[in-house]
Each structure stands twice: as C-alpha cells, then as structure tokens.
C-alpha cells in the first residue's frame, strides 16, 4: 500500500518575502512543495527556488550534504569523529565554562542568522545576556539590514517598515533604490508588475546596473557606485526648488527640516548630476513622478544598505517621503525589503549586539533593567557587544576564546575573508551549529547537527512585518535537533558549570513554550503580540502590533510616529562617497549581486538549482580599455585579496563598473577563499554594516600554460560525491571554478580549470569523478592544439573533458552542456561532426 501523501502549510526558508508554502510528504519524506493560495504574502505563487525546495530535502541530499551527528575532535588538523549529544554538549558547556571563568564573559560569543526562527533567536538571546552575562550575540543580518534599522530608528522613532505588500499594489509611483526585486524577491516583484499593468503606475528604478529590474523601469538613474547619498540629496533638492514638497505636513508632523534643507540646498543640482552622471532632466523628472504621485511608495535592500553611509542612505530615502507626504496612506511609504527569511524576527527579537528583545536598546539602562526583571537576573551586561565584523577582528586578536556560529557561514559570507580565516584559525574553540555541510563546519572544532526547513516549527517575520507559521512536515534525520532546543540544552549544561540556579528557567516543553514567553516582552512596545499564539497563527499570518485581536497592515495611518513627541524626523546626514575610492591601481568598482535561483552560500540551494562557474563582469568599454576581452582570465585584486576570475562582457555594467555574484565561496572556487577574499570592511559608523557594494579593484590579465574543463551529466544522487572529490582534486591549482547544471531531469557539473602547467594525475582523476571511460574516443585536434575526451552512452553525449594552453580553447564547453543537457541522439554522429561547431571557430 502506498504511503498517504500528507500536506503541511509552512514558510519558505529562503528570501524575505515570506512565502507561504504547502510541503507535501509521503511517511518521513518531503515529496513537494506547492504555494499556499491563502497566504497573503504570496497568494500560491512561489519563485524557483520556493518551487524546488523538495529537491533540497531529497533522500540524496539529506545522505550526502547534511549533517547528522554530533562531531567533534580535538585539534584542527584532525578528523572529526561522532559523539553523542550529551558528550557534544559536556565538551561545548566546559569550554564555554572555562573561558568565562578565566578571561570573564565576554571572552565568548555567539553569531546567529537571519535564517533562524524567532524561538530560536530568543534562546539564544537570553543565554547570552541572562546566563553569559555579555551582549557579545551578533547576527549575520548585520550584513544585510541593520543600515535600515537605523534609518527607520533616525526617522520614524523605530524599527518598524510602516508598508504592507499590498501598497506595492497601490502606489500610482514605485521607487526601488538600491534594490533588485526581479532576482531577489521574485514574487513580490511580480505583484509589483501585475498591479503596474492594471493601474499604469510609474516605476523609478536607481541602479548602477541596469538589472533585470531596472529593464522594466519607465525611468532608469544609472548612478556612479557609492553616490546614493548625492542622488537622494538632489532629488529632494529638486523638490525644494520646485515647490514640490508638502509644507503641511512638514509642519504638522515631522522636525528638523530647516536644517536638512539648507545643506540640501547647497548640492547644486549640476554638481549631483555630475557626481552621480546621472542626468540633470533625469534627477527632475524622478522627483516631479515621486512627488506628483497620488501614492508613492519606495523599495530598498543591498544597495543603500550595504555601504560605509548605508544608516544616512536609509534615513535619505525616508525624508523623501516625509518630505511629500508620502507616508501613512494606502500605497505609500519607505519599504525595506529584507534579503533573510526572518532578519525581521531577529530585529524584533534583539539579536544582534546593538538591540535587545522587543525593541529595547542596551544602551538604555531603563530596558536593562526591565528585562533584567523579566529574566529575574541581577542585571543585563551594560558592555556593548561586539558586531559581526568587530566580533571577528576580536576573534583574530585573540580576545574572543569561544564561539558558537549557529545557521550561518561566516567563512563564506563575511567579508575580508583572509582576516576571519585568521580569525577562526586563532580561535581557541569553534561551536558551528548548522543543518548543511558548508565551508565554516569545516573549521569548526564541534560540529551539532541542526534541523532545518521541513523538519522545524516555529515563527517567522517577513519584511511586512508579517509573523507567520513555519511547520514540520517530517522528523529530522539522524540526530539533528531543532536550533531552539540544541541552545537550550547547551544553556542547561553551562548553567550547570556556572550558575545552577538558572539552569530550570531553558527548559521549555515546545517552541509554542518559547514563544509564550518571548511575547511577554513585546507587551506595551510598537511590536506588541502579547496575546497573539499559535492558535491564532494557525488560523493564517498576522501583521504586528496585534492589538484587540486583529493585526496592522500599515503603521502610522494617525501620522503620530514612534518619537516622543509623535513627529517624524528629518536626520542630519553627512554626504559622501564611498570609503575607498578607485585609483589608478585599482581603476574598477566591483559590487556584489545575486542570482534569481541561488541562495546566499548555496548550502541548500545549490543542492539543487543550477550555479554556472563564478565569473567577473565587465562592461565592455572598460575591458577594451584594459586591454582584455571577454573570458580571458584575470587576476582580480582589492586591497583586502584577490582572486583568480574569467572575464565575462556585460552590457549591463556602466563603465569602470564589476560585479561578482555573491554565492560563491571556496566550495565553488576551490583552492581560494570565495569572492569574499576581495570584499572590505568600512563600516557604517552607527549600524556597523560593511560596505559590499563597493570594492576598489585592478584587473591584470594571466597567462597559464594549461587551461581544461570537465563537463558531464551525473545522477543527482551522484553530485554530492562528485563535488567533493573535484573540490579537493581542484584545490591546488592556479584557477578553478565548480558549477552546476539541472535542466529538466538533467543534471550535473561543470569544472573549469588553469594551471601553470599541465596536471595528468588530476586529468585522470576528473575522468573518474565524470564516468569518462579510459576508452573514450579522444579528438586531438593538431591545427588548434585542443583536445577533447567524449563520453558517449547509450547513444547520448554523457560527459567531455577539454583542454587547451588558452582560455579560448574552453569557450565552446557551454556548447557540450547543451549537447548533454538536450539528451541528443549522438550515436550517428562521427567525432568531427560533434566538435564541429567549436572546429569551425579555431
Ligand atoms: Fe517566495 Fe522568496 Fe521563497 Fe521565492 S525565495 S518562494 S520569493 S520567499
């Protein structure tokens, strides 16, 4: 008898849109994944990467890519061995335990993730401020929004996006600054689209790039990198000259505009023009649609955030709407679209080192004090913790003698890579608490197995503020626990060391438990969900404040903001540029960008979504200029690293512009330390959020003697191994870069690789990791000096080795994977007739 196939209305783990999903399993295994029509934020319809979430959770990948069991060994260059819980957390709570004793406890730390649920983040949370005792707990959201966090602080008095989705359906003009909604929030971008289409609503797009967003603008302002500051300031100034400003409600609800106006009024609208180049009409035609709008509403993310002035980009924006009266109506308002699936949860939660549960500051001795009453300790640490990038340059020098990294991968994501591998190689004990093998479990000293979508409940914030219900559908393998209990255990066992009186208050029967308790302290403040539970969240989503039993869709409909005195504030902003310029050493800025069907480091996503080979693109001027063409192979240096990269031309890029997607670290680019090697880390002075959108680089092109490039069709059961052997085969060279294909049923690898010389054993060894049989035909082409090794099963084309002594002699390896991916009848076919598209270019 077939197994009943069973449906679980959940959450998508990946962007911030928040989307409903319902996860279909038969007995123990996730099956698939449709939308939930009933959720608001996304009425059934899921991007490609909600729609293959199954594909991540299939027996395969659970066997080959997660992890399992409590692993643990005694010195770095040691092989893991298994451990059972109670041992993992004895060894955890003794290290912990001594650190505190001897060097106090802010010598520990704890680095969480926008990726956790809310009951995760509040466990975690009270473990390091009541148990600990240190406010050292920071989390990977600090690369992503906290800019934002304190724009709206600045601004509107508190952390809280005043929008629902539906304005994006309502706003007469869009304004998406620093963001790309097409790739990065597919379905909210395509309610943005649909809605234009029915009502003819404007859409103003400010990107350096001409992005798959900004393509479907009325009005593209392709800026200089780093000059938002100077565009949001003219655009503003233009509304001033031209009366387009609402002088009544700048005089009814908000202060300080005098003073912002003078200093806007001293950026002349030429000089703006001419910092930006963006053109003078441009700027004055964005600001008349934005001002002019019945409703108008903007969109941000990355691109104002992640920058040295990312707060000041934020709270720019902001004034925009203040400044217009564009705020607390239907389709109006300053929108933050958050790139984690609940970095909201973690703001709203306190956990990152600059806030503290229900939007309390602890800097302010009065929320110390009440939470230090709600958790009934002496006191909550009045020390200030340490951010993401000062919690690792602490680790590096040596102050820092443990940390626990749980769901996320800082040996990946963080920048300045060469500095945090320091750092975690100085480390005296490494925590990683995580569901996917990734490139930080490999440094750790403990390895806990961790549950992860599908297998965990709990609640979730979207960037509407939108709280939802993330369920299991099936068990955990092996002995992976859910995040929220593997922090409560470990605080029961350090409790135990160090303070047994609170050892009882980490006991919780559920994540339903956590939350009860967690909501008390959101009672009274601009997030209120006091009596807000589970049975009401499983009736559909709510937006918070939950008051009188019923959710807010939009903040400050009244005009009475979070301040003191209930007036918006117009913030004094500094303008400037980014913190390094581009020199005459390195001529380009590099930005970092995303794909539509790739997640961040592609632990889970690249299980199952296609990840071409990383490459660096460059507008073409720029390349002639340089003298290089498009896939020669360059060296890519900052000033914090470098990177050996193909060029790709993209007309997409203004001139002296570069960008590198941002999923790649040294899993895909074996034998480097990812695209991170390159990204810096000046910080924005009040949100401490690094600038990755803006990297100084030079380009030098290299010459290596041997250039080759595996490309074959494996089984998807078959990749995990496969690209494991290749990391580690690939690893010495000069150059190399993994990637991955799906295409209907077919899937496999693509490798590419250069060298100073030509590497035979590893020639032998991509033959095997790609079933090419020693007895493939071979194509050894005498006029060109190519060679190509052809594996052909049952009449299709399986797999093909080039290599060359150029770049050029691997460019025709997208052809092959067509050739493989179409599944064509090639058994008729003669050698010649195969390569005889790539013969006829040589
Ligand atoms: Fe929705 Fe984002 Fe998930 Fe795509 S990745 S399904 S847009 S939540």
């Keep these: 008898m077939t197994t009943p196939l069973t449906e679980t209305r959940s959450t ?86 001594a650190a505190i004793r001897e060097h106090g406890p802010d010598s520990v730390a704890f680095y969480v993730s926008g990726q956790l649920l809310t009951e995760d983040y509040y466990v975690f949370n009270k473990l390091a401020r009541a148990l600990v005792g240190t406010n050292n707990i920071d989390s990977n959201s600090r690369l992503c929004m906290s800019s934002a966090v304190v724009g709206y602080k600045l601004t509107l008095g508190a952390d809280a996006p005043p929008c629902s989705y539906e304005d994006v359906e309502l706003a007469d003009c ?6 790309n909604p097409a790739l990065a929030h597919p379905v909210l971008f395509g309610r943005l689209l649909e809605a234009r289409r029915r009502r003819g609503s404007k859409l103003i797009v400010a990107d350096p790039r001409v992005s798959e967003t900004a393509l479907a603008a009325d009005l593209h302002l392709q800026l200089a990198p780093g000059t938002d500051l100077y565009l949001l300031t003219a655009l503003l100034g233009v509304m001033l000259r031209d009366g387009l400003v609402n002088e009544t409600f700048i005089a009814s609800h908000t202060t300080g505009f005098a003073a912002l106006a003078a200093q806007v009024r001293a950026l002349p609208l030429a000089e ?53 009266g564009q705020i607390g109506r239907a389709g109006t308002g300053p929108f933050s679209l958050t790139g984690q699936p609940n970095a909201m949860g973690g703001r709203e939660t306190g956990s990152m080192a600059t806030l503290l549960p229900g939007h309390r500051d602890p800097a302010d001795p009065a929320d110390r004090a009440a939470l230090a009453r709600f958790w009934r ?42 500095s945090v591998r320091a750092a975690l190689a100085t480390l005296p004990f490494l925590v990683v608490q995580e569901a996917f093998a990734t ?41 992976a626990r859910p995040d929220w209990a593997i922090a409560a255990a470990f605080a029961r066992a350090l409790a135990a060391r160090i303070a047994p009186e609170l050892a009882p208050r980490f006991m919780w029967s559920s994540p339903r438990a956590v939350f009860d308790e967690y909501k008390q302290l959101t009672a009274g403040r601009d997030l209120d969900i006091a009596t807000l539970d589970y049975a009401r969240l499983a009736l559909g989503p709510v937006s918070w404040p939950y008051i009188n039993r019923s959710g807010t869709e939009r903040l400050y409909t009244d005009l009475r903001f979070a301040t003191p005195d209930g007036r918006a504030r117009f913030a004094a ?72 990269l193909p060029l790709r031309l993209s007309h997409t890029l203004a001139p002296g512009l570069a960008s590198l997607t941002l999923h790649q670290g040294e899993r895909w680019l074996p034998g480097s330390l ?66 991955v294909f799906a295409a209907g049923e077919q899937t496999g690898l693509i490798a590419l690789a250069a060298h100073h010389e030509r590497p035979p054993a590893l020639l032998l060894e991509l033959a095997t990791i790609g079933a090419i049989s020693p007895a493939a035909p071979v194509l050894n082409d005498a006029r060109s000096g190519r060679s190509r090794v052809l594996q052909i099963s049952a009449g299709r084309l399986a797999g093909v080795i080039l290599e060359g002594s150029c770049r050029a002699d691997l460019a025709a390896w997208p052809l092959y994977q067509k050739l493989i991916t179409s599944g064509a009848d090639c058994s008729a076919r003669s050698l010649r007739e195969l390569f005889a598209p790539e013969l006829a270019g040589s």
């Design 174 to 179: 869009v304004f998406v600054a620093g963001a």
């Design 377 to 418: 300790v002496g006191a909550v640490p009045a020390n200030p913790g340490l951010s993401a990038v000062e919690l690792f340059d602490a680790c590096r020098q040596g102050r820092i003698k443990a940390l626990w990294v749980a769901c996320t991968n800082p040996a990946q994501s963080m920048p300045m890579q060469t």
């Design 573 to 644: 902003i500094a303008l400037r540029g980014a913190a390094a310029a581009t020199d005459s050493h390195r001529p380009i800025a590099l930005t970092t960008v995303r794909l539509r069907d790739q997640w961040h480091g592609a632990s889970r996503s690249g299980t199952a979504l296609p990840l071409a080979p990383a490459a660096l693109e460059l507008a073409p001027a720029t390349a002639t200029e340089l003298g290089l063409a498009d896939d020669d192979l360059v060296r890519v240096t900052s000033a914090h690293g470098e990177l050996i």
């Design 272 to 324: 703006a023009a001419r910092i930006t180049r963006v053109p003078a009409a441009a700027i004055e035609r964005a600001a008349r649609w934005f001002a002019g709008a019945q409703s108008s509403l903007s969109l941000w993310c990355q691109g104002l955030n992640q920058s040295s002035h990312g707060s000041d980009n934020s709270a720019a924006l902001i004034h925009l709407h203040l400044a217009c």
């Design 12 to 97: 998508c783990p990946y962007c911030g849109t928040g989307c409903g999903v319902i996860v279909q399993a038969r007995g123990e295994q996730i099956v698939g994944v449709r939308g939930d029509p009933d959720h608001p934020a996304n009425l059934g319809k899921l991007c490609p990467k909600g729609q293959a979430l199954h594909l991540t959770a299939t027996p395969a990948v659970i066997a080959q890519a997660r992890l399992h069991t409590p692993q643990v060994r005694a010195t770095r260059d040691a092989a893991f061995t298994p451990t059972n819980w109670e041992t993992a957390l004895a060894t955890a709570a003794d290290r912990f335990a």
């Design 439 to 479: 490139e930080t479990t490999a440094l750790a000293d403990l390895i806990l197995p961790a549950a992860t979508w599908g297998e965990r409940s709990g609640t979730m914030s979207n960037s509407e503020r939108r709280i939802s219900l993330s369920r299991a559908a099936v068990a955990p393998p092996g002995q």
């Design 674 to 739: 990812g695209i991170n090697a390159l990204t810096g880390a000046a910080l924005d002075p009040l949100a401490r959020q690094p600038e990755l959108k803006h990297v100084p680089v030079g380009l030098t092109k290299i010459e290596l003697a041997w250039h080759g490039a595996l490309v074959t069709r494996l089984a998807a059961d078959q990749i995990a191994p496969a690209l494991t052997a290749l990391r580690a085969g690939l690893a010495p060279l000069a150059h190399a870069a993994i990637g």
